[in-house]
């Protein structure tokens, strides 16, 4: 048997965790996931957002949502740039292994849209500047892996 999700969301309840360092930044995936969402037949009620400090704080927030047992698939959108010091690395590091300890843990699909880039130009063109939006791209990924595991748990190919 083979298992594929779809990219519709219909009946989907989504959470997006929204770091608010390099708010520019995340204003804008935060645009793109919830766009995204809209195209992909996620009710602008069925969606909402919790805004964190920072990317750090990411995971933690996105395990309580998860653990509610209200949503689906949980977003998770934030942007780490290199500085100077070796405080990206760990920022960098800790948000991503968080966000998969926390789909680990729960069992629902967390996508991680957390940009990690060397300049502020690169992560605004991530962010839809100049292109593809990342956040965009995690909405569409956790539609995809919430209506898997459905299919799964269902039998249904």
């Not at 996105?62 to 070796?86: E, F, H, K, N, S």
């Not at 991680?112 to 839809?128: K, V």
Request: charged share 20%.
């Amino acid at each position: 048997m083979i298992f594929e999700g779809t990219p519709t969301g219909e009946g989907l309840h989504v959470a997006i965790v929204v770091a608010r360092w390099n708010a520019l930044i995340t204003r804008a995936l935060l645009d793109g996931a919830t766009d995204a969402l809209r195209r992909h037949g996620v009710a602008d009620a069925d969606v909402d957002v919790a805004w964190v400090p920072g990317s750090f704080e990411i995971p933690l927030a996105a395990r309580w949502l998860a653990g509610t047992g209200r949503y689906d698939a949980v977003v998770c959108l934030g942007a780490v740039i290199r500085g100077a010091t070796p405080h990206f690395d760990h920022i960098a590091a800790a948000a991503m292994q968080g966000v998969a300890a926390a789909a680990r843990e729960t069992g629902v699909p967390i996508t991680a849209g957390i940009l990690t880039t060397d300049t502020a130009d690169q992560a605004l063109e991530r962010a839809g500047i100049k292109g593809g939006n990342k956040g965009a791209e995690a909405a569409v990924a956790a539609i995809e892996m919430a209506t898997l595991g459905r299919r799964i748990a269902e039998g249904r190919r």
